[in-house]
């Protein structure tokens, strides 16, 4: 089993672990260690093939493996790159990986409304918890913001592009958990949500 | 005078069809292939010419061929990238336009290395005219017997298709073509896994430039070895550049790779040096590649004529030099603004980022508005530094390199012009007129030129 240490702390784990799941499971095995645990907001355990565009998850692969020690050029998302053993990784660690994550967050706002007094997640959104933990106070963007009118998709998962952060959970739940469910008897609105949710068939 | 292997034909009358093309030893190397040479042998001949990839990244076309993932059962296919959208790079277009069936020629030949039975063209869709001209020598080809069933009697099999594109330029990207070749969104996959071992539908993949393959047909024919006594160390051969911007002769010329760039810029045999007025920067290798003042062109830092390489373009590192890229190369006199220039390719990258990763749907638009607000006089004294910063994190943190390909030119830019962005700030008036230095040259820090 690979071994992999991330901010100076190991862990074994299965073959085929990712880092994200890697350092979770050391935050798990003792609370002290939870620094190493990145952000993560388009990864959802439960969902195939979800994570690697939010960017906000990178970390810094300061050895690749004990076979091939090199540093990895640029930094990785950590939900989609699997542990080697030996592998060496920077979370909290490394300086200009926090100071790229803090880009990460600003990016990920710039187009969003901030309009979390009026939103009826604030207060247990990932999204403000992100900013929170790892944002800076203020954001530097000036120009104006790209908005959308709201649609309706049906009962199952709601579209307001004004606030979305194009994580495409919802197009992978949609796909993989709520598809049979949208199905039922709901033919026109399935297809809605196809042509909104799914860009490859032509939305 | 610079030998041509892909062009020595090209101006000949007929060769765009096959009787012609074949009159001129056309499809050689798919007689000497199939007839006398094992798969096994051809890829050496590819390694030994020291053949790097023509789409930008410079791979090694040998060494990416034996990364083919070969299982039993599973087929594999070789994917040519014809999208050629990198502005400033036409050279795909003009070899395809012009000389079809070297093309067609090249992708047989590398498919039966590879053990190809099916290889695709992925063409831009602005080419539509191209990819009739290709399809017309598809059917030629077919209907001759270069194509089918038992090539040559040789048990090999091979059919072509071709696909066109709808305009977007990040189906250049291998992954996104794979993906829209699939029917879908044009979205780079993310990586690993690689093509070579999960490529188109799920198969073990080569996707090489046009050139490249082009490049396999006189590598086979005269030998990797004849091949790689041209050009320098790990340059090797021709190579195929399209010139244009402020030059007197634009065109798409077939260099040695190793003539100086001085004579490359300067001399009447290629791009005959400027009209009128002087050289201010060049961007030698396609518009994703940084741009660097003339006088580090001609010579890096250290003072050595810089040379058309791989290596002697990227001399100095990104403080001083740039890349070979795609081959679009253009040029720029003093009536050119480089804050203007780089706007429009900060609007071309935002318009083009497929939107998958946050740092660069959101960075590209941002870069764009910063510098639409720095050239239409309305830039404010902070935003050279936000620029710089907000270039800065997007590279390297990206899925794809088009985030990298959008942050290198503003970068660029402001390392090499930075006083022609301060200008803009302090004279917004004169900003206003989208020809403020066709009508006053700007007068350049000679600190800036070195630096
Ligand atoms: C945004 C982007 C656009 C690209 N566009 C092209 C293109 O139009 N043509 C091309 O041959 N390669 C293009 N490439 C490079 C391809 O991804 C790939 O490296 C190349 O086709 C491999 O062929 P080669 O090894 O023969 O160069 C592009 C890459 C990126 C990141
Ligand atoms: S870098 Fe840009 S083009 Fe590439 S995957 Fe990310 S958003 Fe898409
Ligand atoms: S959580 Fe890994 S990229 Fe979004």
């Known amino acids: 089993m690979p071994k992999v240490t991330i901010d100076g702390v190991m862990i074994e784990v299965p073959e085929g672990t990712t880092i994200l799941q890697a350092a979770r499971m050391i935050g798990e095995r003792n609370k002290a260690d939870r620094h190493v645990v990145p952000p993560a907001m388009c990864y959802y355990t439960n969902l195939k093939t979800s994570g690697g565009y939010c960017r906000s998850c990178l970390v810094k692969v300061s050895k690749g493996s004990d076979r091939d020690p090199r540093p990895m050029p640029k930094p990785v998302a950590s939900c989609r790159t699997n542990v080697m053993d030996g592998m060496e990784v920077q979370n909290t660690t490394s300086p200009e990986l926090l100071d790229a994550r803090k880009g990460v967050v600003e990016f990920l706002l710039i187009n969003h409304p901030l309009d979390c007094p009026i939103c009826d997640q604030a207060g247990e959104c990932h999204l403000q918890d992100l900013s929170y933990e790892n944002g800076t106070e203020a954001s530097r963007y000036e120009f104006e913001r790209r908005t959308f009118v709201p649609i309706d998709i049906g009962d199952t998962i709601k579209l307001h592009m004004t606030r979305c952060i194009l994580c495409y959970r919802c197009v992978k739940v949609a796909d993989q958990i709520a598809r049979w469910a949208c199905a039922w008897g709901d033919q026109p609105r399935r297809c809605e949500r196809d042509q909104h949710l799914h860009p490859e068939r032509g939305g | ?451």
């Open chain 2, 1 to 451: 005078m610079s030998r041509k292997l892909l062009f020595e034909h090209i101006a000949t009358p007929g060769i765009r069809g096959l009787e012609g093309y074949r009159a001129n030893g056309g499809y050689r190397s798919v007689e000497k292939a199939l007839r006398t040479m094992s798969p096994e042998a051809v890829l050496e001949e590819v390694k030994k010419s020291g053949l790097r990839g023509r789409g930008g990244a410079g791979f090694p076309t040998g060494l990416k061929w034996s990364f083919l993932a070969k299982p039993e059962g599973v087929p594999r296919y070789l994917v040519v990238n014809a999208d050629e959208s990198e502005p400033g790079t036409f050279k795909d277009r003009y070899l395809m336009e012009r000389i079809p069936h070297m093309l067609i020629e090249g992708m047989i030949t590398s498919s039966f290395a590879m053990g190809a039975h099916t290889s695709y063209i992925y063409i831009r869709g602005e080419y539509f005219y191209v990819a009739r001209i290709i399809e017309q020598a598809i059917a030629e080809a077919r209907a001759a017997g270069w194509l089918g069933k038992n090539i040559l009697g040789s048990g090999f099999d091979h059919e072509i298709h071709v696909q066109v594109g709808a305009g977007a330029y990040i189906c250049g990207e291998e992954t996104a073509l794979l993906e829209s070749l699939e029917g879908k969104r044009g979205n780079p996959r993310i990586k690993p896994p690689f093509p070579a071992v999960m490529g188109l539908y799920n198969c073990p993949t080569v996707v090489n430039n046009v050139e490249t393959i082009a490049a396999v047909v006189p590598i086979v024919n005269d030998g990797g070895e004849e091949y790689a006594k041209i050009g320098i160390g790990k340059s090797a051969g021709t190579k195929l550049i399209s010139a244009g911007g402020n030059v007197k002769r634009p065109g798409v010329y077939e260099i040695d790779l190793g003539i100086t760039c001085d004579e490359f810029i300067n001399s009447d045999e290629y791009c005959g040096g400027v009209e009128g007025r002087a050289f201010k920067a060049v961007v030698p290798g396609g518009s994703s590649v940084p741009i660097i003042p003339y006088e580090l062109f001609l010579k890096t830092a250290t003072g050595e004529s810089r040379l058309m390489t791989y290596e002697s373009l990227a001399d100095g590192g990104f403080a001083t030099g740039t890349m070979m890229g795609s081959g679009g190369f253009y040029a720029y006199n003093d009536a050119q603004c480089i804050v203007r220039s780089t706007w429009n390719h900060a609007r071309f990258y935002s318009h083009e980022s497929c939107g998958q990763c946050s740092p660069c749907r959101e960075g590209t638009g941002w870069m764009e508005k910063i510098l639409h607000r720095l050239e239409h006089g309305e830039g404010r004294s902070e935003d050279i530094d936000l620029l710089w910063d907000v270039q800065r994190k997007i590279e390297g943190n990206t899925i794809c390199p088009l985030g990298d390909a959008a942050a290198w030119p503003v970068a660029s830019a402001i390392r090499h012009f930075r006083d022609e962005f301060e200008y803009h700030i302090r004279f917004p008036q004169k900003v206003k007129d989208p020809k403020h230095f066709e009508k006053e040259p700007f007068a350049r820090n000679p600190k800036f030129a070195t630096a």
